[in-house]
Antibody
Framework: QVQLQQWGAGLLKPSETLSLTCAVY????????WSWIRQPPGKGLEWIGEINHSGSTNYNPSLKSRVTISVDTSKNQFSLKLSSVTAADTAVYYC????????????????WGKGTTVTVSS | DIQMTQSPSSLSASVGDRVTITCRASQSISSYLNWYQQKPGKAPKLLIFAASSLQSGVPSRFSGSGSGTDFTLTISSLQPEDFATYYCQQSYSTIFTFGPGTKVDIK
């Protein structure tokens, strides 16, 4: 059974760079897209971006100027960097696996990490 | 970006009730619509993909319908473990967007 384990710094100061990593265990790394999603306290979900095993990326335009998602296929890991953070970036950050239903392009996120709480405060 | 709205934003229901949540897209998204359940302090869980396909392991009391701009998630008989927040999400555009959520709590 595929599991995603994520980690990274939980407390940042304004202007620092957020850095999180998600490791994939128990399943294939190729053939999927790997996403980051965040959820500010008491609010809804915001998709940040995704990457596939070959490094092809797709970012939310609202964050694109500050986001870098990278992949390390040798470790079955992918990472998120978000630069110049402010208090508005305080959120729980989730990694997730994206997949298309067999024989279709109906895409969904079926496996999620447990989330990492990131707080930005001076 | 495609904007997603949900109604109601919250509802109170009793165990055994039939519950319907509506999701609307700002433009036609065919059947590129997924539903997730999230409990407090937990990651979202996929319930329905492609508008009406039940994810493996999800109880059959959950069902989804709709296409184009209007979609519904129905819980046929609400169970205690179903009290949670439900989100719709579109994958028609490569910029994925979620609805604001519908919180289902105990009446």
């Amino acid at each position: 059974q595929v599991q995603l384990q994520q980690w990274g710094a939980g407390l940042l100061k304004p202007s620092e760079t957020l850095s999180l990593t998600c490791a994939v265990y128990g399943g294939s790394f190729s053939g999927y897209y790997w996403s980051w999603i965040r959820q500010p306290p008491g609010k809804g979900l915001e998709w940040i971006g995704e990457i596939n095993h070959s490094g092809s990326t797709n970012y939310n335009p609202s964050l694109k100027s500050r986001v870098t998602i990278s992949v390390d296929t040798s470790k079955n890991q992918f990472s998120l960097k978000l630069s110049s953070v402010t208090a508005a970036d305080t959120a729980v950050y989730y990694c997730a696996r994206g997949i298309a239903a067999a024989g279709t392009d109906y895409y969904y996120m079926d496996v999620w990490g447990k989330g990492t709480t990131v707080t930005v405060s001076s | 970006d495609i904007q997603m709205t949900q109604s109601p934003s919250s509802l109170s229901a009793s165990v055994g009730d039939r519950v319907t949540i509506t999701c609307r897209a700002s433009q036609s998204i065919s059947s590129y619509l997924n539903w997730y359940q999230q409990k407090p302090g937990k990651a979202p869980k996929l319930l329905i993909f492609a508008a009406s396909s039940l994810q493996s392991g999800v109880p059959s009391r959950f069902s989804g319908s709709g296409s184009g701009t209007d979609f519904t998630l129905t819980i046929s008989s609400l169970q205690p473990e179903d009290f949670a927040t439900y989100y719709c999400q579109q994958s028609y555009s490569t910029i994925f967007t979620f609805g604001p959520g519908t919180k289902v709590d105990i009446k």
